[in-house]
């Protein structure tokens, strides 16, 4: 019962926090219909509604709006961007990726529009094009935060271990600038412990606080780096501790199967853990924050 109870307030704050954000997206497309009525021709209007649109995951009537500034106006400097990004998130990122790389042909630096094309192709299985694409927002952007050093990062990384290197090399830059970000620690551990570079491993590891370091899918990379130098005992007993407290833990990123755990407790051998580690540092597809603004400001 108390699951049950647990369950449905977590439902019930997650609607309000979604119903909010729809409501206040309808409220200004409805504003600027009004708008609109009165001045039909004003391609401006048309582009925040069309982007509403977008935002309100309403592809059909934000692909109306857009068609209808490129009628008005088809030299407009900014439909091609706004329209390829919404054909990425509408599922359709072949439409999209051409309409951005027109836009990004005049736009070169543009670090959302970048970021749009990275996510069409990588939709499109194409995580290396996509990684040049995170690059040069990284370098364009005036203070990229650790979210697009983790993009690029994974995006390498699901180019396949060829690429593992630029990936770390990726994690370097951003833990520079960021020194102990959580985030991108984790993620150069785990592509540390894929490059089987045990010493990176430990340093990163060694560079973070205790309570943090108690943390299950902490817990799990310490064993694992445990069983990868050969320290059996240790990561039997790590692994077999993460068993024991899933009941209570928290579902995460890095948190790998039942399976592998209980695979890994029983024989925690290099060979089985650098299978697991395959799992681990599987990469997902992109997600696209809905009714939330740009996280770089438009240029």
Request: hydrophobic share 40%; with cysteine.
């Amino acid at each position: 019962m108390n699951l049950m109870r647990a369950s449905a307030l977590l439902i019930l704050l997650a609607l309000a926090s979604i119903c909010p954000a729809h409501t206040d997206l309808q409220l200004q497309i409805d504003r600027l219909t009004h708008e609109l009525a009165d001045d039909p021709v004003n391609t401006d209007l048309l582009m925040k509604r069309g982007d509403l649109y977008r935002r309100h995951q309403n592809w059909h009537l934000a692909r109306g709006d857009f068609a209808r500034v490129r009628q008005l106006q088809p030299d407009h400097a900014y439909v091609d961007w706004f329209e390829g990004r919404l054909e990425v998130e509408a599922g359709e990122p072949q439409k999209g990726i051409a309409l951005l790389d027109k836009f990004v042909r005049h736009n070169p630096q543009h670090v959302i529009a970048l970021q749009n094309r990275a996510q069409g192709l990588l939709l499109l299985g194409q995580p290396l094009p996509a990684a040049h694409d995170y690059l040069l927002v990284v370098q364009h952007s005036k203070t990229p935060g650790p979210e697009l050093y983790r993009a690029c990062a994974s995006a390498y990384m699901a180019a396949g271990k060829a690429y593992y290197e630029q990936a770390m090399d990726v994690v370097r830059e951003g833990l520079n600038k960021v020194p102990g970000e959580i985030s991108l620690t984790g993620l150069g551990v785990d592509i540390s412990l894929a490059r089987s570079d045990l010493n990176s491993a430990q340093t990163l590891i060694g560079n973070l606080p205790g309570p943090v370091l108690g943390l299950q899918q902490w817990q799990v990379r310490t064993s694992m780096l445990d069983c990868l130098a050969g320290r059996k005992e240790l990561a039997a007993k790590g692994f077999t501790d993460v068993i024991e407290d899933r009941s209570e833990a928290r579902e995460t990123r890095f948190l790998i199967s039942e399976e592998w755990l209980e695979k890994l407790a029983a024989d925690p051998t290099p060979e089985i853990c650098r299978a697991a580690q395959e799992y681990a540092v599987g990469v997902e597809p992109p997600k696209f924050p809905q009714g939330q603004a740009d996280p770089v400001k438009k240029r």
